[in-house]
């Protein structure tokens, strides 16, 4: 799409026109990483959506193709370039993290962003996490031949404590980690760092599975917690995830990512009658996948059997077959990093590396 006569270059990021799909919007949120998208028509300013609005739609199964205009905000917020000096204050009135600035003909001259440190609130989340850390990390041989899966370093420190330190961002300070494999050396390693949070060890002498560890903390949680595993990282605000799924009272709400699949070949529908019905050429998938991060009430743990291995999707199925309420927590592709294979752990070495 052109750019009007005065608009800077790094604005255009921020622009989708209002016939893209959802789809297109999610990915385009994923680059600007501001949660926040202004749309246009024939290149001029008429609407903004966001972040929670898309995630808002995918909950009531809406369409990803759907056009971005279904569900846009019509009556967004700006201001015009003579009232530019009181963006940071307007901003601060209405909780948004970017805001366009507009001539009079409802071009968008630039963008005002809020810096971090500015529009960063205090966050209070005391909710306990449990990660999992007791697996071999087969995927990841040979580094788990001499490392336990969490202390596989990413850039400067450990997996885990990449995962602990965004959780204690928004005010988690207590940790407990189920461990098995090589369990010594990463109670080792944490007690020897200087660190903001509380660690407990919770010995796992058999596998027991993503699920069956948790029956190792009965009398230890009573309260609403986080479920983790150690080797993956979420980008997203836990409190939001957290108000989520206390508002919408659920059992467990399960994180889940958008994965976009490009399949590299023809894809052929035949009929009943073994004729070709329909040809697709390297089509596109897009679907919804468990990140491996959950927000829990504490009845699983007091009614776990104890000693007994299972997987915690398997425990979802079970209460979900029970007519318990089992919820979803949307995010975007860019959102979920995931190191379970060895170029997955890569692409997180390289995301994390100035961090």
């Known amino acids: 799409m052109p750019l009007k006569r005065g608009v800077k270059m790094e604005v255009i990021e921020f622009l989708i026109d209002e016939e893209a799909t959802m789809l297109e919007a999610m990915q385009q949120l994923d680059s600007v990483a501001k949660k926040v998208l202004f749309i246009t028509r024939n290149g001029c300013f008429v ?5 929670g609005d898309i995630r808002r739609w995918i909950l009531k199964k809406g369409n990803l193709d759907t056009k971005v205009r279904k569900i846009a905000n019509y009556n967004p917020k700006y201001l015009l370039e003579e009232d530019k000096i009181k963006a940071k204050e307007f901003m601060k009135k209405h909780s948004i993290e970017a805001l366009p600035i507009l001539d009079k003909n409802n071009n968008i001259l630039s963008v005002v962003l809020w810096n971090d440190e500015e529009v960063e609130p205090q966050r209070i989340l005391e909710v306990p996490v449990i990660i999992m850390a007791g697996g071999l990390g087969k995927r990841l041989y040979p580094y788990t031949k001499i490392l336990p899966k969490p202390l596989i370093p990413i850039g400067e420190i450990p997996i885990v404590e990449h995962i602990m330190n965004r959780f204690n961002r928004y005010g988690g300070d207590q940790f407990y980690l189920v461990v098995n494999h090589k369990k010594n050396m990463i109670k080792a390693y944490f007690n020897e760092i200087e660190k903001a949070y509380k660690v407990d060890y919770i010995d796992e002498d058999k596998p027991l599975g993503t699920g069956g560890g948790l029956s190792l903390l009965k009398g230890k949680i009573n309260s609403t917690f986080i479920l983790s595993n150690c080797d993956i990282l979420i980008e997203e605000d836990y409190e939001k995830i957290y108000n989520y799924h206390k508002k ?12 976009n699949i490009k399949i590299p070949y023809g894809v052929i529908e035949i009929s009943e009658t073994g004729e070709i019905e329909s040809m697709k050429e390297k089509p596109e998938m897009s679907f919804f996948t468990n990140t491996g991060m959950y927000i829990v009430e504490p009845k699983i743990i007091e009614e776990l059997e104890e000693d007994t291995a299972i997987g915690f999707p398997d425990i979802i199925e079970q209460y979900k077959a029970k007519g318990e309420k089992i919820g979803i927590y949307p995010i975007s592709e860019n959102s979920w990093m995931d190191m379970g294979q060895l170029d997955e752990m890569e692409e997180m070495r390289r995301r994390l590396e100035n961090e």
């Open 47 to 51: 609407a903004s959506i966001t972040d």
């Open 248 to 259: 919408e009272k659920n059992l467990i709400t399960m994180v889940c990512s958008l994965k």
